[in-house]
């Protein structure tokens, strides 16, 4: 159970696109999701934190509308990057609490962004 | 400032052998802390977790202690396996106002088992 699924796993474009990721909570209903960033042989890092209803909280340095995040419904968040450039190319992974916040988040299984 | 670390980059060991990957944290008002294995391509996966109450907590093969005093935090794997094999990664969980957390991840630890 508590399954995070992310569509897609892998994605190439060209610069200047703008891709949309979906992460979507399978099984359990999200009211918080996280998405994160990571870099190879890197951590995650933390961009921002996506509120169903509400506006998505970023953390300093990730640009809103460079990285922009919609919480549609209690199991569904998006993160679209948009005008997308070779150096946003990276490893994104979003997660959730099934149990709530303070609890272990499940994260999905990433998409590999590419921007040619 | 605030940070979650490693002591050691890479780990290697032979099958069979007890593992102990290790981690600081510089936040003694941290309450949760989470170990989590990441294989190649793969998101997070998680592994155990401890609240800042408790000093150990044993899972399947695996153990996280905690030493407060020092800001410690170490996940020990019995009998390692291949299949063992991964980047290990401690993360604090900070409440950052309200009931919002913010987990915040250390650099990782690559663990290779050599058959």
New interface residues.
């Given amino acids: 159970g508590a399954v995070?699924s992310?569509h897609p796993s892998w994605v190439i474009c060209k610069s200047g696109t703008s891709v949309k990721i979906e992460c979507r909570s399978l099984d359990f209903q999200a009211t918080?999701m996280?998405w994160y960033r990571q870099f190879p042989k890197?951590?995650?890092?933390?961009m921002a934190?996506s509120n169903e209803g509400s506006k998505a909280?970023y953390e300093q340095g990730v640009e809103k509308d460079k990285f922009l995040i919609n919480h549609a419904s209690l199991t569904l968040s998006t993160l679209t990057v948009t005008s997308a450039h070779p150096e946003d190319s990276s490893f994104y992974?979003c997660?959730a609490?099934p149990s709530g916040?303070?609890q272990?988040?499940?994260?999905?299984?990433?998409t590999?962004l590419s921007i040619l | 400032g605030e940070s979650v670390g490693l002591h050691l980059p890479t780990l290697s060991v032979q099958e069979g052998d007890n593992s102990i990957i290790n981690c600081a944290y510089s936040n003694s008002a941290s309450d949760?802390f989470?170990w989590?294995k990441q294989e190649s391509?793969?998101?997070?996966?998680?592994i155990i977790?401890i609240r800042s109450n408790m000093d150990k907590r044993q899972g399947q093969r695996v153990t996280v202690l905690l030493n407060k005093t020092v800001k410690h935090l170490s996940l020990q794997i019995a009998a390692t396996q291949p299949g063992d094999s991964a980047v290990y990664?401690c993360a604090e969980?900070k409440?950052r106002g309200g009931?919002?957390?913010?987990?915040?991840?250390?650099?990782?630890t690559l663990l290779t088992v050599n058959p």
Avoid: E
């Fill in positions: 995070v992310q918080t996280f890197q951590s995650l890092m933390l934190t909280t992974i997660s609490p916040v303070g272990p988040q499940h994260f999905g299984d990433g590999r | 949760y989470i989590y391509g793969k998101g997070p996966q998680f977790d990664f969980n409440l009931s919002n957390y913010k987990l915040t991840f250390g650099k990782g």
